[in-house]
């Protein structure tokens, strides 16, 4: 949700006095079907990788004890971030940009926009920490006095301070409202004092802070990282080795040209719409509709987007945590297995109460022998003994069997 949605002279000074009831309509879809379909699915998509991608990272980190680092932690910190995006993001984002209108209260349209820009601003800048710590780990023999453990926590909090802080003046400045008619509706916005105010105020903290100064930092990082590694000198290796080192100094590249690449391309877009709407004076009421109904929608996505593609540029490229992804993943799958199993086994146990109770006849000796399942998952089986359940795992793969007398 975004205050360039609303950016005619009305919306930013001007609050209406007309009754509630008198003009009052209730909330309708702004778009037509086909873009409420693409919005929809262009949205969802990033809400459900997004989420699936950064729980899967948090939950590998926090699994696996030899993983638990200060760079990893860093790295939960960035996934925690971009949940929070996900969740608070991305589904008003796009309510915004179907519907005209709020109808969702005074206290979410004050909450909700504060916990967007903030964890933007947090994701943004975890982003930045994470170049500082690479390139301390691999430029500076200092690192360990700076970032331990203390320090980190340290930094965590920072971020999430900072970006709290930066972005107060949202809290306190967006409120719903009444628009004018014939678009008396609820609506949520930002009212400031002045337009100048709050102009100063996106190209001071939210284009600064959250965009700028984090990309320059971002950009020096691994740029010193890029020219450390290109131009070292590896004791100890010989000729031999010079074309795994040559590989080494193409991948840093690589992962330097895709960070920077992929977070200016996310929201360079979105920052210069904002300029134009703010500081041009040519804008006309027409221009507005068409932007805020094809252009924004698109380029909010495309921001938005960055929260899903993190989980791949920090970790997927980690041996460690694409193994730690294959053991979630299995894990999953046998129990699933398991389940399957056991609802079976609760199958057949009442199947075979409903039969004793009919019959008016006790379990004869045959219905005591052992019983062997196959369960649908590859490696497992479990027998049944007088009542008792034995889960086994094999080695070989057997057909799907049943004995019994």
């Not at 519907?99 to 969702?104: Q, R």
């Not at 010989?238 to 690589?254: D, H, L, R």
């Not at 006309?284 to 960055?306: A, D, M, R």
């Amino acid at each position: 949700m975004a205050d360039y949605n609303r950016t005619e002279e009305a919306f930013h000074d001007n609050f209406t006095n007309y009754s509630y009831e008198d003009y009052y309509i209730y909330p309708t879809i702004q778009q037509p079907m086909y873009m409420v379909a693409i919005l929809s699915l262009m949205f969802g998509l990033i809400f459900v990788l997004s989420l699936v991608g950064n729980c899967l990272v948090i939950a590998v980190v926090f699994r696996n004890k030899g993983m638990r680092n200060i760079t990893n932690y860093f790295i939960v910190n960035l996934a925690t971030a971009d949940i929070l995006v996900a969740i608070f993001c991305v589904p008003m984002t796009l309510l915004d940009n179907i519907y005209t209108g709020w109808p969702f209260g005074s206290v979410l349209c004050k909450t909700t926009p504060f916990i967007q820009h903030v964890s933007v601003c947090a994701s943004v800048n975890t982003l930045a920490v994470i170049a500082v710590d690479r390139y301390m780990a691999i430029c500076n023999t200092w690192r360990r006095k700076l970032f331990t453990t203390f320090t980190s926590r340290v930094a965590l909090v920072m971020i999430w301070a900072v970006a709290s802080i930066v972005q107060l003046p949202v809290f306190i400045y967006y409120e719903e409202f009444i628009g004018d008619p014939p678009y008396a509706i609820k609506m949520c916005g930002t009212h400031w004092p002045t337009y100048d105010l709050q102009r100063g105020y996106f190209v001071i903290a939210l284009f600064l802070f959250c965009y700028a100064l984090p990309l320059v930092l971002i950009l020096v990082c691994y740029m010193m990282i890029t020219i450390r590694v290109w131009n070292r000198h590896a004791p100890g290796h010989s000729a031999n080795s010079s074309g795994v080192i040559q590989k080494s100094k193409i991948k840093v590249v690589k992962m330097f040209a895709m960070v920077v690449t992929l977070f200016t391309l996310s929201w360079l877009p979105q920052y210069v719409m904002r300029f134009v709407f703010y500081y041009s004076p040519n804008l006309t009421h027409e221009i507005v509709v068409t932007l805020s109904k094809y252009v924004i929608p698109t380029l909010q996505w495309l921001g938005l987007s960055n929260s899903c593609i993190n989980p791949l540029i920090y970790c997927l490229f980690n041996k460690k945590y694409r193994r730690g992804f294959k053991t979630l993943l299995r894990c999953y799958r046998y129990r699933d297995a398991s389940h399957q199993v056991l609802k079976h086994q609760s199958t057949i146990n009442k199947s075979m109460t409903a039969d004793t109770f009919s019959r008016g006849t006790a379990l004869t000796d045959s219905t005591r022998r052992p019983t062997r399942v196959y369960s649908p998952a590859k490696f497992m089986s479990v027998e049944y003994s007088n009542g008792h359940m034995t889960v086994s795992f094999r080695k070989e793969d057997d057909d799907t069997s049943t004995s019994g007398s």
